[in-house]
């Protein structure tokens, strides 16, 4: 029933892998090329020059915070299964499910996938992580339903909305309300799911997983409206970090023009093949805040520095953490687990 930890080492020989990396770090050279030649490249390296330290500070502080924010949501959900594990344990799993949706982008599932692996590991009952990663999976998405409505409502005040934002609006929309709808209808046919679903690389491991995950979790509306607060603070504590980085280069610009166009990229990310959303996040982003008429260079200038905490700095940790945890497949981590048995109902 645990899902199989091999879905971290395939794949990243592949030709296709490699072909949307190279795609993407393509993709990236052309936005940091257009952005140059439509801006002046002087003000672009002023801009980086003048940067205010304790803007960048804060932007830790609150890159920290969407770590925290993802971890409690699992708390919140095993707390109420009885299970207490330790929350540096559920930061560095929170780490680890970062780098392994980066890297395998599957809409969350494949770090899902991991996350359902590594939690077992430790010793704690499938009925109570599986409950709790149903709940998070669900809030998740709702969260970035929520955002993609926001979004859209803010740049239609600014008279921003284009029909293309219009399009990826609708589209991101119906996959996120697609994921929960496929999870929930495979709980439904349980082991009797088609053999091709089973085989689906990112989704397989979770078929047999979920078809015994109890809804013990979405019948309590007071847990469920806790993890999906703390999911819906993740995506806002994200785009207050761009919002940080354009006030460290000193462009003040106000939070409702900065929160649209975060979420836009984000919806463009997601909805691509290419690992991290390579290119296309950093051209929507900085197309969102140039279209409510923000400098260029600022714009993209902000949209690497955000990049750079959000992405590429969590990387070399979120490896070794990986690497570290698939270097022991059958330990049983027990220690710093309370609570026996998860309640039900």
């Known amino acids: 029933m645990h899902a199989d930890a091999s879905i971290v080492r395939k794949g990243g020989g592949s030709r296709l892998r490699m072909a949307a990396w190279m795609s993407g770090v393509a993709g990236l050279a052309v936005v940091i090329a257009a952005g140059a030649h439509l801006g002046d490249i002087e003000h672009f390296v002023r801009l980086l020059r003048a940067l205010a330290p304790a803007w960048l500070l804060l932007a830790c502080a609150l890159q920290a915070g969407t770590y925290l924010g993802v971890a409690g ?17 559920l930061l ?7 780098f392994v949706d980066q890297t395998l982008p599957s ?39 929520l955002a993609a409505g926001v979004g859209v409502i803010l740049l239609w005040f600014e008279h921003a909305l284009r029909p293309w934002m219009l399009g990826v609006a609708l589209l991101f929309s119906l996959v996120v309300l697609a994921i929960p709808v496929a999870v929930l209808a495979l709980r439904r046919m349980g082991h009797r799911a088609p053999a091709w679903i089973k085989r689906a690389p990112g989704i397989a491991p979770l078929v047999e997983a979920f078809a015994d995950a109890p809804l013990t979790l979405l019948r309590r ?21 761009l919002w940080a980085m354009l006030h460290a280069l000193g462009q003040p610009v106000a939070f409702h023009i900065v929160l649209p166009s975060f979420v836009m990229a984000l919806m463009v990310a997601m909805l691509g093949p290419i690992p991290m959303g390579l290119g296309t996040f950093e051209a929507t982003c900085v197309a969102a805040l140039v279209l409510q008429h923000v400098p260029i260079e600022a714009a993209l200038a902000g949209t690497l520095l955000l990049r750079g905490w959000t992405t590429w700095l969590p990387m070399l940790p979120g490896l ?23 309640t039900h109902g």
């Open 320 to 342: 070794v953490l990986v690497r570290r945890e698939l270097r022991h497949p059958s330990r049983k981590q027990l220690h710093g687990v309370a609570g026996g048995r998860p």
């Open 221 to 241: 509306p007071r847990v469920i409206a806790v993890m999906a607060a703390l999911n819906c603070l993740v995506i806002v504590l994200d785009a207050l970090t």
């Open 73 to 89: 949501s699992w708390r919140s959900g095993l707390l109420h299964c009885g299970v207490r594990p330790p929350f540096a344990t």
């Open 92 to 98: 560095s799993l929170a780490l680890q499910k970062l």
């Open 107 to 145: 809409g969350g599932m494949s770090g899902t996938a991991f996350l359902v692996t590594a939690l077992a590991r430790r010793g704690i009952a499938p009925a109570a992580y599986l409950a709790t990663l149903l709940a998070d999976l669900l809030t998740h998405y709702g969260a970035y339903l």
